[in-house]
């Protein structure tokens, strides 16, 4: 009885000079995709003579109403429905319990009262954003 010897299989070559490209692209990718806080939102803050300076570390959870009345919450648009379990989340464990509040000045209060609502159900100190100055 003979036995036939195994075939050796070609050895397989992976071309590993491509991979520095990959990993160049995928760092190029991760930095476009990444989120930056307040990312490009614009909003007008209301002017009063009677405004004062916010304390210096800012407060670490920042919402913001702007003009046409999109929520968001530390840089990320989101429904008002789950502003308040998101605030919630942001600010557990957290010994100080601030977050500041930019609405636009443009707003009426049928929008942006829901947002202040969410935000008192949160027992946070919102501290309302605003410029220095005489009002119109």
């Not at 991979?19 to 995709?33: E, N, P, R, S, T």
């Not at 989101?78 to 957290?94: K, N, Q």
């Not at 309302?128 to 119109?136: F, H, Q, R, T, Y």
């Amino acid at each position: 009885m003979k036995f036939d010897r195994r075939r050796t299989r070609p050895r397989i070559m992976v071309p590993i000079a491509s991979m520095g490209d990959i990993a160049f692209l995928l760092i190029i990718f991760f930095i476009l995709a990444s989120t930056m806080k307040e990312k490009n939102v614009t909003s007008e803050p209301p002017v009063s003579p009677d405004i004062a300076r916010l304390p210096s570390p800012l407060p670490p959870v920042s919402v913001m109403v702007d003009e046409e009345g999109i929520v968001f919450v530390d840089g990320d648009e989101m429904s008002v429905g789950i502003v308040e379990s998101t605030v919630r989340g942001l600010l557990e464990g957290r010994k100080e319990r601030e977050v500041m509040v930019r609405i636009d000045k443009k707003l009426k209060q049928k929008d942006y009262g829901p947002v202040l609502l969410a935000l008192s159900k949160t027992d946070a100190n919102m501290s309302l954003v605003g410029e220095i100055g005489e009002s119109e």
